[in-house]
């Protein structure tokens, strides 16, 4: 047989006081005028018999049922991306609340389906998640319904968090030329199409704005700019080798993700080129995996655990509509050096 559910009368019968006194105490209310010693006996009493509030009772009362929902594409399955979702429960843990999570693989029925079964276990709130930023397509959400834009944006809902990709740009740029690389440096991955395509938001291109905008400032230009459609490690190694047999005057390579870095590594082992003693590689995102190539890469990060603690306290704080950009800190490691000769190789 299950066990009874221990009620606040339980509680309140074994403690000796009112129901209502009960309540005041478990509910922190600071006006009880209640004893100590009533305290105490409450709070023993509920420990005791091991009593859990009612959250859906409170809900009824409140019209809180201190419940977020999160909606996304692959954050969970993703492991570079899970930092999101972790920062989303700690912020949550802290204020309260419990985190429902769904993932729809960017199935738009699916992500209609989710959002239904959120609202009716009506959530306080839903958070929309992407793994690679981009515009969002959302149902239209009941009237009320709050909602933040989580590494992604939305016309119908302003409030979003995103990483500063501008900044994040300029600070790559800024890592090359305090090492002296003043030429020779490649851009590895930029690409207009997929800037407006496949990801269909402004977030890559303030990365390239960024980018370019410090290059501009310093009076510098690439010596190549590779255009690539997708940032997967097998396109950064096949068009780093064909652009270092091309360009042997190439000194440095700012990559627009590590997984493109991780590609080009093995393009400058295979032409038994040394990181960063022949070419300095500097990326974006701080995979995992980047601290565990040799040397390790230096990369500019995107701050994903504090992403998604700020957008459950946007959620929390109903916050006024808005667009706010976290810091993309710099992980500094070991692949830029400054530049030096070197043969040609073939």
Same mark, same amino acid.
Request: aromatic letters at 4%.
């Given at each position: 047989?299950?066990?009874?559910?221990?009620?606040?009368?339980?509680?309140?019968?074994?403690?000796?006081?009112?129901?209502?006194?009960?309540?005041?105490?478990?509910?922190?209310?600071?006006?009880?005028?209640?004893?100590?010693?009533?305290?105490?006996?409450?709070?023993?009493?509920?420990?005791?018999?091991?009593?859990?509030?009612?959250?859906?009772?409170?809900?009824?009362?409140?019209?809180?049922?201190?419940?977020? =929902?999160?909606?996304?594409?692959?954050?969970?399955?993703?492991?570079?991306?899970?930092?999101?979702?972790?920062?989303?429960?700690?912020?949550?843990?802290?204020?309260?609340?419990?985190?429902?999570?769904?993932?729809?693989?960017?199935?738009?029925?699916?992500?209609?389906?989710?959002?239904?079964?959120?609202?009716?276990?009506?959530?306080? =709130?839903?958070?929309?998640?992407?793994?690679?930023?981009?515009?969002?397509?959302?149902?239209?959400?009941?009237? =009320?319904?709050?909602?933040?834009?989580?590494?992604?944006?939305?016309?119908?809902?302003?409030?979003?968090?995103?990483?500063?990709?501008?900044?994040?740009?300029?600070?790559?740029?800024?890592?090359?030329?305090?090492?002296?690389?003043?030429?020779?440096?490649?851009?590895?991955?930029?690409?207009?199409?997929?800037?407006?395509?496949?990801?269909?938001?402004?977030?890559?291109?303030?990365?390239?704005?960024?980018?370019?905008?410090?290059?501009?400032?310093?009076?510098?230009?690439?010596?190549?700019?590779?255009?690539?459609?997708?940032?997967?490690?097998?396109?950064?190694?096949?068009?780093?080798?064909?652009?270092?047999?091309?360009?042997?005057?190439?000194?440095?390579?700012?990559?627009?993700?590590?997984?493109?870095?991780?590609?080009?590594?093995?393009?400058?082992?295979?032409?038994?080129?040394?990181?960063?003693?022949?070419?300095?590689?500097?990326?974006?995102?701080?995979?995992?995996?980047?601290?565990?190539?040799?040397?390790?890469?230096?990369?500019?990060?995107?701050?994903?655990?504090?992403?998604?603690?700020?957008?459950?306290?946007?959620?929390?704080?109903?916050?006024?509509?808005?667009?706010?950009?976290?810091?993309?800190?710099?992980?500094?490691?070991?692949?830029?050096?400054?530049?030096?000769?070197?043969?040609?190789?073939?």
């Amino acid at each position: 047989m299950p066990r009874k559910r221990v009620t606040l009368a339980d509680v309140a019968r074994r403690a000796g006081l009112s129901t209502t006194a009960a309540s005041m105490i478990l509910n922190g209310r600071p006006d009880t005028r209640l004893s100590k010693d009533a305290h105490e006996r409450v709070h023993a009493a509920a420990a005791e018999l091991g009593y859990r509030p009612n959250v859906a009772a409170r809900g009824l009362r409140t019209d809180k049922t201190l419940t977020i =929902g999160f909606v996304s594409d692959a954050v969970a399955t993703t492991r570079f991306a899970g930092g999101l979702i972790q920062g989303a429960l700690d912020a949550a843990q802290q204020a309260g609340h419990v985190v429902l999570v769904t993932e729809t693989g960017g199935d738009t029925r699916r992500e209609t389906e989710a959002i239904a079964a959120l609202l009716d276990r009506q959530v306080d =709130g839903i958070i929309f998640a992407t793994v690679r930023a981009r515009e969002l397509f959302v149902p239209e959400l009941p009237e =009320g319904t709050d909602a933040v834009m989580l590494n992604a944006t939305n016309a119908r809902h302003p409030t979003a968090v995103l990483p500063d990709e501008t900044a994040g740009g300029r600070a790559a740029v800024g890592l090359l030329i305090e090492a002296g690389h003043a030429e020779g440096i490649a851009l590895i991955g930029q690409s207009d199409e997929a800037e407006r395509g496949v990801f269909r938001s402004s977030t890559v291109a303030r990365r390239v704005a960024g980018i370019r905008g410090a290059m501009a400032e310093h009076g510098l230009e690439f010596v190549a700019q590779e255009s690539i459609w997708d940032w997967e490690p097998h396109h950064g190694y096949e068009t780093t080798l064909a652009l270092l047999r091309r360009r042997p005057d190439v000194r440095a390579l700012l990559c627009l993700n590590d997984r493109l870095a991780f590609g080009a590594y093995q393009a400058l082992a295979e032409l038994g080129l040394n990181v960063p003693a022949d070419v300095s590689v500097v990326s974006f995102d701080n995979d995992e995996v980047a601290a565990y190539l040799r040397p390790g890469l230096t990369t500019v990060a995107l701050p994903h655990e504090a992403m998604g603690r700020r957008a459950v306290e946007l959620l929390l704080g109903r916050a006024e509509p808005a667009e706010v950009l976290l810091p993309m800190p710099v992980v500094a490691r070991e692949s830029v050096a400054p530049p030096r000769e070197r043969e040609r190789h073939s």
